[in-house]
């Protein structure tokens, strides 16, 4: 309690230290309502409503409604000024010195032995801790996560049950599964989520967490995504290695981002240079300063008269201001069938020739058909395709050039499936909500890591610039 010189008192609050006197005689009246015997009856007094009484009185916490004069406090705008302004000022002294009682049933007043009222301190304290108070802590639990080293992964044998559910694990239908942050051993149910971890932990692909800590990593996940991901570190393997077999020869799968920006990095380059010497040969100029986009893969393809073809690739979308939004990985799956015969190893640039083109593109899966004519004699080829694609998305109109090794000839009608990797996009960005649509149209900020492949594009196109 505060000591006398900080108590604040009111003279507005009425004296409830006099008991009211409850044996007042009443006129009988037939028709008056009968009164229980656990009513304390009242006397009548002008302009007073009895029943706003009885209901202030039900609402009550054992607080007497009436003073101890037996009548209520006049309301007026006087009187509810001066009360507003004694709580206001504090500074406003009761004008009568009779005493008060401890128990009034006011959780919010106190009386001293003067027969102040005053207010209790708990009413001006704040309910509530600090805006920055809560940042701090909130900054403290984070940097507590930021720092977490790996932990020790508990053994298969440790625990019959799942650590979260309690569920007994079975060995097809409920089989256990750890945390890789806090190296507990829960169910699948249990571990559905998928977070990047700190740098300490040394891994940069999203991780299988339990639930528990997926909340508690979840709010540093944006920073984590500028931090660990695969899209945030520089690219490691420089494309003008000529010393290396993939140098010179891409394969036809990639099992990372990382791969496919090399392998399209490459094409790309090897596209400019034969619009450097052979401009006749190279893709128009007219065609590409209208793209939409540019999908690259490297797929092979062999047969007789029925023949299969396998890729990967990515595909990047031209903004409006020339730049190229982020790569999204894709797969292609095709057949072809005609007059053609032999195996070759073909690097394609597909042309999206409109927002259409693109939008199919945005698809998990979409279909083309187009008809080619495809030569192929040692490590020099070409394949020329016009095709039609349609997705879920939309459709649109493609021109595909390639440049092609291997021994091949043919003129076939070929039918492709182009299916969007979300996993590679999974493993790259590290954002599991990450949606095609995002990363080519443009909310995705360009990744670090597909520098060379922004510098081929660029180069690609300020060279077809120069003829």
């Known amino acids: 309690m505060a000591s006398s010189k900080e ?21 009988t009246d037939p028709w008056a309502p009968q009164v229980s015997h656990n009513t304390i009856p009242y006397p009548a007094i002008d302009g007073y409503d009895s029943a706003a009484e009885e209901e202030e009185e039900s609402g009550t916490d054992g607080w007497d409604p009436l003073p101890a004069s037996g009548r209520r406090p006049e309301v007026n705008l006087r009187n509810v000024l001066l009360g507003l302004i004694a709580i206001v000022t504090g500074k406003t002294k009761t004008g009568s ?35 920055l108070g809560e940042i701090m802590n909130s900054v403290g639990a984070h940097k507590t996560v930021l720092e977490a080293e790996p932990p020790e992964w508990l053994p298969d044998s440790s625990t019959n049950f799942c650590m979260q559910c309690s569920a007994p694990f079975a060995p097809l239908t409920r089989g256990r599964h750890h945390c890789r942050f806090c190296g507990g051993v829960f169910c699948r149910v249990c571990t559905k989520g998928r977070c990047l971890l700190p740098r300490k932990f040394r891994v940069r692909d999203p991780q299988r967490v339990c639930d528990g800590c997926y909340d508690r990593l979840d709010p540093v ?8 991901s695969n899209a945030s570190q520089t690219a490691k393997h420089d494309v003008l290695d000529w ?19 090399y392998k399209a990095t490459n094409s790309i380059r090897s596209f400019t ?3 450097r010497f052979n401009p006749e040969k190279s893709i128009p100029h007219a065609v590409l300063n209208g793209a939409s986009g540019l999908a690259i893969l490297t797929v092979a393809k062999a ?18 201001d020339g730049t190229w939004s ?18 070759e190893l073909m690097d394609f640039i597909i042309v999206l020739h409109g927002s259409e083109a693109l939008k199919t593109f945005t698809s998990r899966m979409h279909f083309s058909l187009g008809a080619g004519l495809s030569a192929a004699a040692g490590p020099v080829g070409r394949v020329l395709e016009a095709d039609l694609r349609a997705g879920e998305r939309g459709s649109g109109v493609c021109y595909t050039y390639s440049c092609s090794k291997g021994a091949f000839v043919g003129v076939s009608l070929e039918g492709n499936f182009v299916v969007t990797r979300l996993d590679a996009n999974l493993r790259f960005y590290g954002d599991p909500y990450l949606t095609t649509t995002d990363i080519l149209l443009g909310i995705v900020e360009r990744p670090k890591a597909a520098g060379p492949l922004y510098s081929a594009l660029d180069d690609l196109y300020s060279k077809i610039d120069c003829f």
């Open 97 to 131: 010195s009779s005493p008060k009682s401890d128990n009034s049933g006011i959780s919010f007043l106190g009386s001293n032995s003067n027969g102040d009222s005053y207010l209790l301190p708990s009413v001006y304290l704040p309910s509530a801790p600090p805006l």
């Open 303 to 320: 047969g007789a008269i029925l023949t299969y073809k396998l890729g990967t690739g990515l595909v990047v979308a031209r903004r409006s």
């Open 243 to 261: 010393t290396c077999m993939r140098g010179w020869l891409n394969l036809p799968i990639g099992m990372k981002m990382e791969d496919e920006i």
């Open 221 to 228: 996940q944006g920073l984590l995504l500028n931090q660990v």
């Open 7 to 27: 108590i604040v008192t009111y003279s507005s609050f009425p004296k409830l230290n006099n008991p009211i006197n409850t044996n007042l005689n009443f006129k």
């Open 273 to 275: 240079q034969v619009a």
């Open 326 to 343: 982020a790569p999204s990985a894709i797969l292609s799956l095709g057949l072809g069938w005609g007059a053609q015969i032999g195996g």
